[in-house]
């Protein structure tokens, strides 16, 4: 296998087309100047490259080991975490108050999309820890920020998202482990979890869960859920460790992937907690990261899919079968390579042109977030936070749906030799495989999207998106060299209006309307928001060809992905109008087609 970071391809993303600099003009992000930003990506590179990527076959092969409770993990992994956690790499995203670097979204983005490429299974464990200390940050009370923030900053602390149960996973409203409040103000949960990621492990001297769970008065449902801290050891009042909680991993599953991170059954029996945020408000402060979160996951399916795509590519150009169907190319060969044949292009140059699409959107993403948290004008900052809120369930779904399509494909390209496990092909379908369905799944991704954001206000969030575009279209269509792609992008944009208004006046009297068409509805958007992104890319690409092979190359990458990967979204709008009906006539009884299941 092989990787290495996409440098140019992250100076064109982040510094031609969406000029990060401007970020500069926020107090708080003053020192984030290119120079600076190069130099920590070659810093980051340099440990994706050489210390985490040679761990990640090391941990499908050896994986994590449960043994009387307690959870070890390869001496690779403990290298790859060390190095980050020396070079001070871990501090970049936190706050200055608490050790950090305090860098903006949009480069965190980057950095997770290296981490990504190289060693998924670890990676999911470093975003967690980012995940529970944005979480502490905004609701934990200043005693809880002051006594575990600064460690976990520091890498020595790491953290977990304990949701999940056995009978209860989309569906949290069914929670129930129990917390009841102590004399001295914290409280004792008892319960079970499971699924839990990074739940037991040797990677770091103490693991801070965050735990949901039920005070003994609280409402049904979802309106009763209360988020709590659960740290393996207590620390004492100074930061150092003190006792065991009653925390303790009974098992780690066996997976598909990822199995360098260890995904835990967690027990608490007694275990002392402490509550964040206010009682009953627990989904609110667990969900108050999910932007980021998500955004991060979204990076597992760019990253896996830029080191699938680089693995597809050199064995295309590597592989000797068949000739060119205009006859041989290379004579002087036994056969040519296999890049010759149209079938192989298609599925390389439709990876491609997605993942550099998706890099420019989960980019656009980030900086959208960064906007929404920083700028001085109120009207901006809100009408950032709106579009990033739209933005979320696209690019998670889109970009590790898509990821997985991506990893498959460059696995065709093997093709046996993709199957077996010599090339580390089928270990990256497997481990991207979780990507869709875990931080809410992709199908659950759709309905937020077509159910709460569409209809919010008369569709306020979908104009944070269409008047951009909109206004980029007026600007551009007769452009000579952008208006090739204005047109076609421009009627994939009115389709989009049109489902949109279809299924906003739909769902109105018929719910189903909204779950039918949903998965259908996020993909046509995500390919639209994929369009957009290329319209920009490509108008930096005519304005600078001729300085660099590179801009030429970009221009027929975005104009593969307008002919061949953008009509996609007339059979989604096509798929969307034949609305509810056929699917939910079907009686349940006529899924088996005659069969009986037991219990049916
Ligand atoms: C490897 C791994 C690691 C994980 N890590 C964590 C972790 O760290 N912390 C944690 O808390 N959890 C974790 N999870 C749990 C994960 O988030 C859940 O598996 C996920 O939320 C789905 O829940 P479920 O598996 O119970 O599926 P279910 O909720 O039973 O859903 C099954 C299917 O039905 C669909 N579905 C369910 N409800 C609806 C609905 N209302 N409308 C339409 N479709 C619906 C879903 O989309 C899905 O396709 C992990 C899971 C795995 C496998």
Redesign the pocket.
């Known amino acids: 296998m092989r990787y290495r970071v996409p440098k140019r391809d992250y100076e064109f993303v982040l510094r031609e087309v969406m000029d990060i600099e401007q970020l500069t003009q926020y107090p708080d992000y003053e020192e984030v100047t290119w120079e600076t930003l190069q130099m920590i990506t070659d810093q980051v590179a340099e440990i994706a490259e050489d210390i985490w990527f040679p761990s990640n076959q090391v941990g499908d092969r050896v994986g994590a080991k449960f043994r009387d409770g307690e959870v070890t993990l390869p001496p690779e992994f403990h290298d790859a975490v060390n190095a980050f956690r020396d070079t001070g790499l871990v501090t970049l995203f936190a706050h200055p108050e608490y050790g950090g670097m305090g860098f903006p979204t949009a480069f965190e983005v980057m950095c997770d999309e290296m981490m990504c490429a190289t060693n998924m299974a670890l990676a999911t464990m470093t975003g967690?820890v980012k995940g529970a200390y944005r979480c502490i940050h905004q609701y934990g009370s200043e005693e809880l920020k002051a006594l575990y923030l600064p460690k976990m900053v520091k890498g020595k602390w790491s953290g977990?998202?304990?949701?999940?149960e056995a009978h209860?996973?989309?569906?949290l409203g069914l929670l129930r482990t129990k917390a009841v409040e102590q004399e001295d103000g914290s409280y004792h949960l008892n319960g079970e979890?499971?699924?839990?990621?990074?739940?037991e492990h040797d990677l770091t001297e103490n693991i801070l869960h965050l735990v949901l769970a039920r005070l003994p008065d609280a409402p049904k449902g979802v309106k009763g859920i209360s988020l709590f801290l659960v740290p393996k050891f207590i620390p004492t009042g100074d930061g150092n460790l003190g006792e065991r909680n009653s925390i303790r991993a009974l098992s780690i599953?066996e997976?598909m992937g990822?199995k360098g991170?260890p995904?835990c059954v967690i027990a608490l029996e007694e275990a002392q907690g402490w509550l964040i945020g206010e009682p009953n408000r627990g989904l609110r402060a667990m969900f108050s990261m999910m932007n980021h979160e998500r955004l991060g996951v979204a990076m597992e399916g760019v990253g896996v899919g830029e080191v699938a795509y680089q693995n597809g590519l050199a064995y295309a150009l590597d592989r000797l079968q068949g000739r060119d169907l205009k006859g041989a190319r290379y004579p002087e060969q036994e056969a040519d390579p296999l890049i010759v044949h149209p079938d192989i292009r298609r599925m390389l140059l439709r990876s491609k042109s997605l993942i550099e699409g998706m890099r420019c959107l989960t980019v656009w993403t980030g900086m959208s977030i960064d906007r929404s948290l920083k700028d001085p004008d109120e009207a901006t900052r809100e009408a950032n936070g709106e579009l990033v809120e739209l933005l979320t369930p696209i690019v998670k779904a889109l970009c590790t749906d898509l990821g997985c399509e991506i990893a498959n494909d460059m696995l065709q390209v093997y093709g046996g030799h993709g199957y077996i496990r010599e090339h580390g092909m089928e270990q990256l379908v497997r481990d991207l495989r979780?990507a869709p369905?875990?931080?809410?799944?992709?199908?659950?991704q759709a309905?937020d999207l077509a159910g709460r954001k569409l209809p919010r206000d008369m569709g306020r969030l979908l104009r944070r998106f269409f008047h951009p575009a909109l206004e980029f279209v007026e600007a551009h269509r007769d452009d000579p060299d952008l208006g090739e792609f204005v047109e076609p992008f421009a009627k994939g944009l009115r389709g989009l209006q049109k489902t949109s208004m279809f299924l906003a006046q739909k769902g109105l009297g018929n719910p189903h309307e909204i779950?039918a068409g949903a998965t259908d509805y996020l993909r046509q958007f995500g390919l639209v928001a994929l369009g957009y992104m290329w319209l920009q890319m490509l108008k930096v690409a005519f304005a600078k060809r001729g300085d660099e092979e590179f801009y030429e190359y970009k221009l027929v990458t975005g104009r593969y992905f307008f002919e061949r990967v953008f009509p996609e979204t007339i059979s989604r709008a096509v798929a969307i109008s034949a609305g509810a009906k056929t699917m939910m006539a079907m009686p349940d009884a006529g899924f088996t087609g005659g069969y009986r299941f037991s219990g049916s």
């Open positions: 967690l977990t998202m304990c949701l999940t209860c996973g989309t569906d979890k499971i699924f839990i990621t990074g739940g599953e997976k990822c991170s995904t979780i369905i875990w931080e809410g799944t992709n199908g659950i309905l779950g």
